[in-house]
């Protein structure tokens, strides 16, 4: 997917990312930063978003890391007072845990992926809408899953967070409508990464590589970021309302061709 376009005007050149430190958002932050985006990298990892703070700058680019954890709000709004405008904000920060059915799924588990995904992006988006209005022509992207969409057995728990985040994300839209500020949501399938799914079944291997077994060629976080940044870069008035990318071999969450 091509993502050329015109320059980000000068408003609207910071992006912040969040979740940046490893998979779609460590991906985001190279392919916005290489767009013309100075990026600003959270996550909870400082060594993570410090080191690829410091491959961006190296590659000629501007970089910022900045630790936060995106469910604390007393830390989130003290992030924002360090901006006059921001132009983009990826909330990607988030993730899944467990696989279990509804009758025996850890509520802590439940409560912890709502408060990441829904909660976290509630606070970074509340606190950074003014920067971004304030812009003249902001976005604001929310990286949910086709989990936001259709859901399957064993996922109530990820998917009723990522319905929120949907839903979220739908209703801002309606609520912001006439403002200089887009709302685009990108809507992931199948994508293999160093950590989600080992971060989901607690570090087990054998399981983790069980979500991929047989699919030719699952989603990368490089896929995935090429469409979040082909959305930021449209022209203004284009918003992307809602883009579902899945790999060919998925056809929905629980239909997948694996090869034998």
């Known amino acids: 997917m091509a993502t050329a376009a015109a320059a980000p005007s000068a408003a ?42 410091g491959e961006i700058e190296a590659a000629g680019h501007k970089a910022t890391a900045y630790p936060l954890d995106v469910t604390d709000r007393e830390a989130v709004d003290e992030f924002a007072t360090a901006f006059k405008t921001v132009g983009v904000l ?27 995904n829904v909660i976290g ?17 902001g976005t604001v992207v929310v990286v949910s899953s086709t989990a ?49 799914a080992l971060t989901r079944f607690a570090g087990d291997q054998d399981k983790a590589a069980k979500v991929y077994q047989g699919v030719a060629a699952p989603l990368t976080a490089d896929d995935v970021a090429d469409t979040i940044t082909w959305a930021v870069t449209r022209p203004a008035h284009v918003n992307i309302d809602l883009l579902v990318v899945r790999p060919r071999a998925q056809a929905s969450n629980t239909k997948v061709h694996r090869e034998a």
């Open 12 to 53: 609207s050149r910071i992006a912040v990312v969040t979740g940046a430190s490893s998979g779609i958002g460590a991906a985001t932050a190279r392919q916005l930063a290489a767009a013309g985006y100075r990026v600003v990298l959270t996550a909870r990892r400082k060594d993570r978003i410090e080191a690829l703070a």
């Open 90 to 116: 990826v909330n990607n920060a988030g993730g899944a845990l467990g696989a279990d059915p509804v009758a025996t799924g850890d509520p802590d588990d439940w409560r912890r992926m709502y408060e990441t």
């Open 121 to 137: 992006t509630l606070n970074l988006t509340q606190a950074l809408l003014p920067k971004l209005e304030a812009s003249g022509d």
């Open 148 to 196: 936001g969409l259709s859901t399957y057995e064993g996922g109530a728990g990820y998917v009723a967070a990522k319905h929120g985040e949907h839903v979220l994300a739908e209703t801002l839209r309606l609520e912001i409508v006439g403002r200089p500020v887009r709302v685009v949501e990108i809507a992931p399938g199948m994508v293999k990464t160093d950590e989600f």
